[in-house]
């Protein structure tokens, strides 16, 4: 079974420029997640969505950061004008819907603001 | 709002040793809990979870955690490590309401370096 799948796996911007990232979940997954891991910190949540529908995106700065799953199935999260505190690697996870489920994450992708 | 507490940033253990991993959490409720391991350049893999039942929960590669509710903690131990053990493991707390059990609030990671 394919695992979550991410791209690109690495990339260096300067301030000011856009970037998108791309998630494919593992098939079947309803529920796909964004989070944020800067450099020596834990993950956090960013979005996440049930489908095509954003459930919970209240920590996604939404002045320069915009997620979609159009679809339901892939996901792109998109930064507008990249900021140096943007620096992190950005993780896509997945899971199926129902109690006790286990979350599946991407290997990410590392992201250089400079 | 439930937070998680890795007291320990860094840890160096020798191959063969014991290891124990502290974890502690801040949850109104039934917590579900897990730790994570993630390898250089490699995402976040499930080492064990809890759900509400014995509070010793085994995982893979001889891991294992001991959930305690009067101590808010939820400790990782292994009796030998190796040094492919040699990564940063992450603790997480998460809500399960409608079965949206991803939506996890992680510790800040403990780096654990093997030495021979």
């Known amino acids: 079974e394919a695992g979550v799948t991410q791209s690109p796996r690495y990339a260096v911007l300067q301030e000011g420029q856009a970037v998108s990232f791309w998630c494919d979940p593992i098939?079947?997954?309803?529920?796909l997640y964004w989070y944020q891991q800067p450099r020596d910190q834990g993950p956090q949540l960013l979005v996440y969505?049930?489908?095509?529908?954003?459930?919970?995106n209240s920590q996604l700065p939404s002045d320069r950061f915009s997620a979609v799953r159009p679809k339901g199935t892939n996901s792109t999260l998109k930064i507008q004008s990249a900021k140096q505190g943007d620096t992190a690697t950005y993780l896509c996870a997945s899971s199926p819907t129902g109690g006790n489920t286990e979350v599946f994450f991407g290997k990410g992708t590392r992201l250089t603001v400079v | 709002a439930q937070s998680v507490t890795q007291p320990d940033a860094r840890v160096t253990v020798s191959e063969g040793a014991s290891l124990q991993l502290r974890c502690k959490y801040s949850?109104?409720?039934?917590?579900?809990l897990f730790w994570y391991v993630q390898y250089p350049r490699q995402g976040l893999q499930l080492l064990l979870k809890?759900?509400?039942?014995?509070?010793v929960v085994q995982g893979v590669n001889g891991f294992e955690a001991e959930f305690s509710k009067s101590n808010s903690s939820f400790h990782l131990r292994k009796a030998s490590v190796h040094w492919s053990d040699w990564a940063v493991y992450f603790c997480?707390?998460?809500?399960?309401?409608?079965?949206?059990?991803?939506?996890?609030?992680f510790g800040e990671g403990t780096q654990v370096t093997v030495i021979s």
């Open positions: 997480a707390v998460s809500m399960n309401t409608g079965g949206l059990s991803g939506k996890l609030t």
């Open positions: 809890y759900y509400p039942g014995d509070p």
């Open positions: 098939s079947g997954h309803d529920t």
């Open positions: 949850y109104f409720g039934t917590p579900y």
């Open positions: 969505f049930r489908d095509e529908a954003v459930i919970d």
